[in-house]
């Protein structure tokens, strides 16, 4: 069964603060995805990563792959109120899989908090 | 597009009443999948579907049922409603060659009494 931790499990920080939040795991992803959900609503994909080492930027949002496709980060830069959120990571078994290969592990998230 | 759109939003069951989630998408995805979340939990699959008349279970589908007659629907029937099944359900669809990237629907929160 692979699992993905990630952490912190709660966020609170100020406007303006830069944060990273971590998803790891001792499996290997053939891709890993990051969703954010806010209150009543359904996650939104954020950012797909394939290629381990692979660095995407998404406005003030930068996303990394590790060298070894188990883990993954999520920087934020300047954080503003509109980034509140539950941050989600999901992980797709390699392609070599067999039974559940088309199962996606989720994170059980990190909670941000940006405080005006 | 609407995207994914599920219904109802919210519904209250007594214990061993049964009811079905509507689940649709209009995007033409063959990949449609049912989920669980739960505080602490995170967000677990129950059924899946890689293409209308196939299905397939996910990590907790006891207690429930799916079918998949056509591309657009993927409805999750409750056959028996228990306590244990309090939950916000999601329903999500991929399109085809990117499988993994979920497009969510806003959700349905149940409630068993």
Redesign the interface.
Known sequence: TQLLEQSPQFLSIQEGENLTVYCNSSSVFS?L?W?RQEP??????LV?VVTGGEVKKLKRLTFQFGDARKDSSLHITAAQPGDTGLY?C?G?PPAYSGAGS???T????TKLSVIP | NAGVTQTPKFQVLKTGQSMTLQCAQDMNHEYMSWYRQDPGMGLRLIHYSVGAGITDQGEVPNGYNVSRSTTEDFPLRLLSAAPSQTSVYFCASSPPGARYEQYFGPGTRLTVT
Request: net charge neutral; hydrophobic share 35%.
């Open positions: 891709s995805q969703y009543g609503e359904g996650p939104v994909l797909t989600l999901a797709a088309y199962q996606l989720f994170g059980k998230g």
